[in-house]
């Protein structure tokens, strides 16, 4: 599974992180947890949240987004965005 298309947006008000994620496996993968870490300063974490896709077919594309109710506390440095599943 690839993360692509990563991007944040009303950082100041009501943070968002939308990105796709996608399956260049030749066969799908089932119930994906994706989680997205954000950084801040000195690279310390000021915020995660996670969802689930319950199946990804081969070479299928999926939009992921990550919502806050509340501006993150300090700047961006950096996000991670990472799918954990079995096969």
Known sequence: LIIKDE?????????????VIQNTDI????????????????????AVSSTVINELGKDQSQPVIFTWPQPFIGDVSRIEIMPIYDN
Request: glycine fraction near 4%; avoid cysteine.
């Open 27 to 46: 066969l799908p993968v089932k119930n994906i947890r994706v989680v997205v870490i954000v950084y801040g300063d000195n690279d310390n974490a000021i």
């Open 7 to 19: 991007r944040i947006s009303e950082e100041d008000t009501t943070p968002r992180i939308d990105a």
